[in-house]
């Protein structure tokens, strides 16, 4: 029976099998020239809002001079028109900002995060499936009115000039939609996923023809016409300058493994090195998009937070087997070219601007804690609440505790299955103050397990640490 521990505490354990890694010496070859900052975009959420807000209500408002909002008061066969053209609109404009987002513009990511772009675009791909359904129903209650509904099937599916297109479009939206249900999506490898949810780009392409051929609002509107495919251009460009010209450019001018050296039986610590460093922007707390450029893993790209301050002499990662890609990942060679993408992320030192910091780790998680702590100033006073089911998982942990002295912090630890714990919720609010007594006035950085996340995170509101005063990598996969 696995012992029982009944708080967070600070104590020495008593290591069984192998013990965690010393990184001493790697941290010293690492203590190099850290590399230059990303400068933090200034944007607000009133500035994306009002934006979006402005094209929004210019395209609808086309629709409206149009006579859409007047079409609902002639009877139904004018108003089903008028909503099958509107619901269109809504659908293709909830597409357009969704591929806008996913294009990763480097203000809006630098000022949000990739975490939140990523969220956002679920929101409005969930917006634009809800239109599309709106959208398929109100055309098919049109076209029935003339020669019924197996007419107006037929019309849909290709004897209306490019319907065949539109409607293999919306099944393709219907299916991309079904597939990203939480319930459904688990059940799928994340490259099978991801390679799915493509096909939704697919479906936008093929609908456009019908928008400018059959759309009442824009086939008959040459300046409305010319402003459509204007907007659509332009998201084709930041699709292209953001995703394509970033992933060449990476392709082109690989860094490569350095050292690799295993933590743990299943982690793996990887540092990334080259002459592309010089000239790369990297702060503690941001993560990269790996792709290895080997034969079986150059046509994926996977995220992992730097487990170490960036300097010029190499990024490194700490890199856990969780299926078949990362344990590819974590059984490199040395010399293995390997592409990068980023930095992303907004989780950074600014964050506690000026104040005492609480992090809260679990699993691999703590590697950008890692990070974030070398970066720290003396006198920072961080507390760390490290979590994990082994005690050998706990990876760099005399690193951290040596960290956590130098800067007048601590490192409090909790090891064990949830159900070998005494306290049943150690995210609870009683235990949070009993092992933080200022934890309320603490700026808290939480990394880890979903599970974790949502506890810890409920557990600071409980006692009362502002929810702006939380920071995580929200969960998108």
Known sequence: MAPTVTEWNELEHEHSGRTPRRTTAKAKSLAARPLDTPRRSRLLHSDIAALLAAIATCTIGVWAWHGGVSAFGRGWAPAATSLTQISGIVASLAGLFGVALVARPKNVERAFGLDQLFVWHRYLGEAMAIAVGVHVVAGLLEWTQGDGFWSAVQDSTGRQPYMAAATIGAVLVGVVTVTSLRSIR?????????????????????????????????????????IWIGLHGLVIAMLLWGRFVPTFAAMWKPLHVRSIERLTDDTASIVLGGPTLQSLKAEAGQFFLLRPLRRDLWWQTHPFSLAAAPTALGLEFSVKDRGDASAAIAQLERGTQVAIEGPYGICTPDVAAGRKLIFVAGGIGIAPIRALMQRLEPGSEPVLLYRARRTKDLVHLEELRRLADSKGGTVLTLVGPSASLADRDPFGADSLVAAVPDIAERVAVLCGPERLLFAARKGLIDVGVSSLDIHYERPWW
């Open 186 to 226: 688990r059940k799928f490898a994340y490259e099978t996923w991801y390679f799915l949810h493509l096909t939704a780009y697919f479906a936008l392409a093929v609908s456009f023809s019908h928008q400018i051929v059959t759309g009442g609002d824009f086939a008959r509107d040459t300046v409305a016409r010319w």
